[in-house]
């Protein structure tokens, strides 16, 4: 995946940077609206990560130059107003998501595979991991062609898990992903590993492995190469 | 009262005051003026028939039917030759008092010392006085009327600026950021009143766009390095990292995650403040609690809370959804936060109201005290303490009134609506769930 980072505070860009590293894409970072559009007229890229405040103008300009151009890029804004109606706004401009700052790495690496596989891989609704198979439009989730009696939200964690595939992932994350703002005043996130615990139950039941590591206080991970480390 | 009427009333008792003054005073000099007018003339009386005397002339002649009566007497002149009496006595024919004023001269002619009186029935004090206080009632109930009559057309034609003045400050809202425009008036006080609203309209406004500004620009200068934290404490996350290293990266997630809480409820509540969340759509507050509590299931059925709802429906509310959401969120999930395990919480929705009744450990500060910023029932706990604050913010801009209460071994929090925001449809029902 090639994204361009359109972000002009340089440590947030930084951190950016690293995730795509760490996740395989190639990230190019634009400090302002003009070095963007300066590249995105020499090449294209499968997403656009935009801050809407930038130094030298509004990045919803950007938003509405690439939708005039028909281009085939994906937009996810990221932006420190978390107002509704800016929200509604950048929706309803074109933009395919809405992330407010603060976010975390998991958070914003879902949320751009999610735009991925809607933009570029069409059809290709099912994400895969050895004897796992994840379906975004049923919301099926199948062990070795077993179907999980799973819910809702224990869906959308294995499939959080499985996008953020070696990452560990805060519990606040995990929360505040399944949960946004709703989570807000609750006092510890036990529930999150009730989820955890009973998503694990449910997969080895099915014959599954477990991938979903532990990882000290921080949270948890989705260990892709426990296995074939091991075997 | 209105300002005319005071005018008017200050203007009667001044009227009232001064008239009992007026009538004495004049009362005063008509009654001089009436005895000097006659001692003057018997005066001249007494002259004249002391000139006939000396000329020789037979007095009747000219004391005729006039009451002269003359005197010869022996002995000095007194030292006063002219003397005034007034004497007032009953007088049987008119039945009344009746006032007699005698003036009697001394003349010294041909080496013989005269005496000549006259006298005459003069009008009495109290003739004058009561004439005079039947024209001072009909003037004061004149004037009593002519204001009556005048003062509330006058009062309408001078005040008229004024009323235009307040019906612009009425009209006036922060949220429009247009200027107010007064019309000129001759009168100095109403021009010095515009000039000042005039002047407090502008600063507001002005005053309105700074804070806002302030409030957005804390917001994007407050997120950027919460995310830049946020950001670089995921990265360090995923390094190779031993478990005590883990240990302080946790701590520092969670207070990040608190810092970055506080911040987005600080800015909420400025916004609420600035009244932001103006919506003039109803939406379905019944819907909007049912969402929440079935968003808050996994909560808590973790508890093992019993929860009980019976909530009406077709309760239709102009809020902004934003605030219901945030409204019954709060509510519940403060309901469920402080509950026991097995515990349990009673959500009641009506048109008039919602209750959100839950048990729990009993309040260690007086309830009320709960709904300010950073009050907390447990200071130690987990919570930043804004949750109700918000709650009460919602209320107060809506106009809808909340109370928490503790008794017998319940927390009760209701919040009671704003009539003039809820619009019922007929056929409520009951659904009772488990």
């Given amino acids: 995946m090639k994204i361009l980072l ?24 634009a400090d302002s609206l003009s070095d963007a559009c300066q590249k995105l007229l020499l090449f294209s890229y499968d997403c656009i990560l935009l801050d809407i405040m930038l130094p ?4 919803m300009e950007l938003l ?35 992330l407010t700052k603060p976010f975390h790495l998991s958070e914003l690496n879902a949320r751009l595979r999610a735009i991925y596989r809607r933009k570029q891989l069409g059809g290709n609704t099912l994400i895969i991991h050895q004897e796992i198979s994840i379906n975004t439009v049923s919301f099926e989730a199948k062990v070795h062609s077993t179907l999980l009696d799973i819910t809702r939200k224990e869906f959308e964690l294995l499939l959080y898990l499985v996008v953020n595939k070696n990452r560990v992932i805060s519990r606040q994350a995990i929360a505040i992903h399944l949960w946004g703002d709703y989570i807000d005043n609750q006092p510890n996130f036990d529930f999150v590993y009730q989820h955890i615990k009973n998503l694990r139950k449910k997969i080895s039941a099915a014959g599954g492995k477990d991938y979903i590591d532990t990882v000290y206080g921080l949270g948890y991970k989705f260990n892709g190469d426990k296995y074939e480390i091991s075997q | 009262m209105k300002l005319a009427s005071k005018f008017t009333l200050w203007f009667l008792g001044i009227l009232i005051l001064i008239t009992p003054i007026t009538i004495t005073i004049g009362y005063y000099y008509i009654h001089q003026k009436i005895d000097q007018a006659e001692t003057e003339r ?37 030292a006063a030759l002219k003397q005034t009496e007034r004497s007032s006595f009953f007088n049987k024919d008119l039945n ?75 009209s006036f809202s922060l949220k429009r950021q247009e200027k107010i425009y007064f019309p000129r008036t001759s009168t100095r006080e109403f021009r010095k009143l515009n000039e000042f609203v005039q002047l407090m ?60 809480r506080i911040n987005r409820y600080l800015l909420l509540l400025t916004k609420l403040e600035n009244h932001e ?59 469920i936060r402080h509950n026991l395990q097995n515990g349990h919480i009673q959500v ?81 029902e009951l659904s009772v769930l488990q």
């Fill in chain 1, 56 to 59: 030298d103008g509004n990045g």
């Fill in chain 2, 96 to 170: 009344r008092q009746d006032c007699r004023l005698t003036v009697t001269s001394y003349y010294h002619i041909n080496s013989q010392n005269y005496q000549i009186s006259s006298y005459d029935y003069i009008v009495k004090a109290d003739e004058i006085l009561s004439g005079m206080m039947r024209g001072v009632i009909w003037k004061i109930i004149l004037i009593t009327l002519a204001m009556a009559i005048t003062a509330g057309i006058v009062s309408k034609y001078v005040m008229a600026p004024f009323y235009q003045t307040l019906k612009s400050i009425q």
């Fill in chain 2, 42 to 78: 018997l005066q001249t009386i007494n002259d004249l028939v002391a000139s006939q005397v000396k000329n020789g002339f037979k007095p009747a002649a000219y004391t005729l039917g006039r009451p002269v009566n003359i005197r010869r007497f022996k002995g000095p002149l007194p």
């Fill in chain 1, 64 to 98: 509405t130059q690439v939708k005039l151009q028909h281009m085939n890029c994906g937009i996810l804004i990221i932006s420190a107003k978390n107002a509704l109606d800016d929200k509604i706004k950048a929706l309803d401009d074109g933009a395919d998501d809405y």
């Fill in chain 2, 201 to 260: 309209t502008d600063k507001l406004s002005e005053d309105y766009r700074s804070l806002k500004e302030f409030s957005e620009n804390a917001s994007h200068e407050l997120q950027t390095p919460l995310a830049v934290i946020r950001s670089k404490l995921d990265l360090l996350a995923n390094t190779p990292i031993q478990e005590d290293q883990a240990g302080l990266v946790a701590d520092m997630q969670d207070a990040v995650e608190k810092l970055s």
């Fill in chain 2, 277 to 335: 969340f103006e919506h003039k759509d109803q939406i379905r507050f019944c819907t909007v609690t049912n969402h929440t509590l079935s968003i808050y299931q996994e909560l808590i059925k973790l508890k093992s809370i019993q929860v009980s709802k019976k909530v009406d429906k077709h309760i239709l509310i102009k809020l902004h959804p934003v605030l219901a959401e945030m409204l019954v969120g709060n509510l519940i999930s403060n309901a």
């Fill in chain 1, 6 to 29: 359109v972000e002009d505070n340089r440590e947030l860009a930084d951190s950016i940077y690293s995730l795509s590293a760490q996740e395989g894409y190639i990230c190019e970072v």
């Fill in chain 2, 348 to 428: 009641e929705l009506n048109a008039k109201k919602l209750i959100v009744r839950n048990t729990g450990i009993p309040p260690k500060i007086p309830t009320d005290e709960l709904f300010q910023r950073f009050k907390k029932g447990n200071q130690s706990s987990e919570g930043i303490g804004l949750g109700l604050a918000i709650v009460k913010q919602i209320c107060t801009i809506s106009g809808f009134s909340v109370q928490y209460t503790y008794k017998d071994d319940w927390h009760i929090v209701c919040v009671v609506f704003n009539d003039r925001r809820v619009l019922t449809e007929p056929a409520a």
